[in-house]
């Protein structure tokens, strides 16, 4: 049974195939997979987004299906529905593209926030309840969602309790120059996606899913997450700071890129250095923060530097 350090290697390096020059991201992605969590990836079209979720999926192997969300999308378009068979004259479940293990939301936040709402339930409890009846998600279960920063025209902002559903909001960004030269040369010919192979079963990464939990959080780790938290509620420039389940992705995430390290117990780097992509979705800005152009991403570098984290401490279990 590989270790989830060993299947954080593989997924890089198969990721890395299309997606080339962008290794922290890529490890961002593979922290949230691990961390049994769901993904959202924003940035400008056309920087790969789309690419990225998908070469993640062929390497695990696992079912998959993507939605393309668009205005006219409905919620059952997402959960499925019941037809009546005429045959049996009875009403006959026909599951939608939540019922696969890894699902791709392709540009989420331009589909009305009623079909939004429609992932809540999955999203949250992995299951969904259409027509009364409850039904259980596959394991793993995993969305990957993109979407355009919500300054774009005919966007629907997700609301925050679907954003705080995310493990991780990460970006991908433009490549350098000689990465972008790099990635033509690539696609000269044919589309490396299409040279993507599996590198992981199912089972594995499930089972790396269960390691990740048991990894090793010091109390003053605990506590230096609960203090981040906290401050990022308390500041004068946020509206509606982190949550506690915020509080837990910190937690989660933490143990997932100490796992992806080879180790078995959490530093405070690692929870310092996944502040930013953990917690900046969840904070909403005053009206007067916004209007001086602040960001979460400053308010939190200020958050980190504030809070002190704990030192001379022996952090292995």
Do not use: W
Not at 123 to 147: H, I, K, N, Y
Not at 202 to 222: G, W
């Amino acid at each position: 049974m590989p270790t989830p350090a060993e299947i954080a290697t593989a997924l890089t390096e198969s990721t890395e195939r299309v997606i080339v020059g962008k290794r922290e991201p890529i490890r961002l992605a593979v922290t949230a997979l691990l961390g049994d969590g769901h993904l959202l990836i924003e940035d400008v079209p056309g920087v790969a987004k789309t690419m990225l979720a998908r070469a993640l999926a062929l390497s695990i192997g696992a079912s998959f299906r993507r939605v393309q969300c668009t205005p006219d999308l409905l919620p059952t378009d997402i959960t499925g529905l019941s037809v009546f068979n005429q045959r049996t004259a009875e009403f006959e479940f026909s599951p939608g593209p939540v019922f696969a293990n890894i699902v791709l939301c392709d540009e989420i936040n331009r589909a009305p926030p009623r079909t939004q709402s429609a992932l809540l339930e999955a999203m949250g409890e992995r299951q969904v309840t259409v027509d009364g009846v409850t039904r259980s998600l596959a394991r793993p279960f995993c969305v990957l969602a993109t979407q355009n920063p919500i300054e774009y025209e005919g966007t629907f902002p997700l609301p925050e309790a679907q954003l705080d559903r995310f493990l991780l909001r990460m970006t991908i960004g433009y490549p350098s120059g000689e990465a972008e030269s790099k990635m033509l040369l690539r696609l000269q010919l044919s589309h490396p996606i299409e040279q993507v192979q599996q590198v992981v079963t199912t089972e594995d990464l499930l089972a790396a899913q269960q390691e990740v939990r048991r990894v090793f959080v010091h109390e003053k780790i605990r506590d230096y997450i609960v203090r981040l938290a906290h401050a990022s509620r308390t500041h004068s420039d946020v509206a509606l700071g982190a949550s506690p389940r915020g509080s837990l992705a910190l937690l989660r995430a933490s143990q997932a890129r100490a796992a992806c390290e080879g180790l078995g117990f959490v530093l405070p780097d690692h929870v310092k250095s996944l502040v930013e992509p953990v917690l900046g979705h969840r904070l909403v800005l005053t009206p007067e923060a916004r209007l001086a152009g602040r960001t979460p991403q400053a308010i939190l570098e200020h958050v980190t530097t504030r809070v002190e984290p704990p030192v001379g401490q022996q952090y292995a279990g």
